[in-house]
């Protein structure tokens, strides 16, 4: 296994049990994400992108030895799309680090988003921004990953059912080795 997937999957072995507020694990949800893009034929970077979206949360828990402060912003978007970087392509990391964004864009644009989201969705929303402001949007828009970012973000909000059951995040490593190498 490559060195940074490796590194991947002890993150989310040491950090992926843990949950803000859904009733899921952050592995859980992950995989969940995963196999709703898988389902609806996204390509293999945004599958990816999709299993790794929250990768920032993890990031957060490992710098604070398990211990997030919920009451800010912790701009896990950015932080993960970072994090991931050097290793993956921009098809993997910009959706990832426009995800939040998309979430506030979906709120804007989308009179019935709103009510879709989670109680862990609305609770950070005000922390991340709020609704977008026209100007917001229109930039928003004109992103080359717009359509991946609002896809992985309806995606996201749909993976948070504790009742389902999917592929486990190990079967996402040879994928995951398979965008890495081919870079």
């Excluded at 979206?53 to 997030?68: E, S």
């Excluded at 995800?99 to 019935?112: N, W």
């Excluded at 922390?127 to 928003?140: A, D, I, P």
């Amino acid at each position: 296994m490559n060195e940074f997937i490796h590194h991947i999957h002890n993150i989310y072995g040491q950090f992926g049990n843990s949950k803000y507020d859904e009733l899921i694990s952050q592995t859980e949800h992950a995989t969940q994400c995963a196999a709703l893009a898988k389902a609806s034929g996204a390509s293999l970077e945004l599958t990816i992108a999709a299993l790794l979206h929250d990768i920032g949360h993890l990031l957060v828990l490992q710098k604070g030895n398990g211990v997030a402060d919920l009451s800010v912003d912790d701009e896990h978007e950015a932080l993960g799309a970072r994090h991931l970087a050097p290793h993956f392509p921009s098809g993997v990391t910009a959706p990832i680090a426009l995800h939040v964004a998309a979430k506030r864009f979906l709120c804007t644009a989308d009179d019935t988003y709103f009510d879709q989201l989670s109680i862990g969705s609305v609770r950070s929303l005000e922390k991340q921004g709020g609704l977008m402001t026209h100007q917001e949007v229109m930039r928003f828009e004109r992103s080359p990953y717009f359509s991946s970012a609002v896809e992985l973000r309806r995606w996201d909000e749909a993976a948070k059912d504790e009742h389902i059951v999917v592929d486990l995040f190990d079967s996402y490593l040879e994928m995951m080795e398979s965008i890495i190498t081919s870079r």
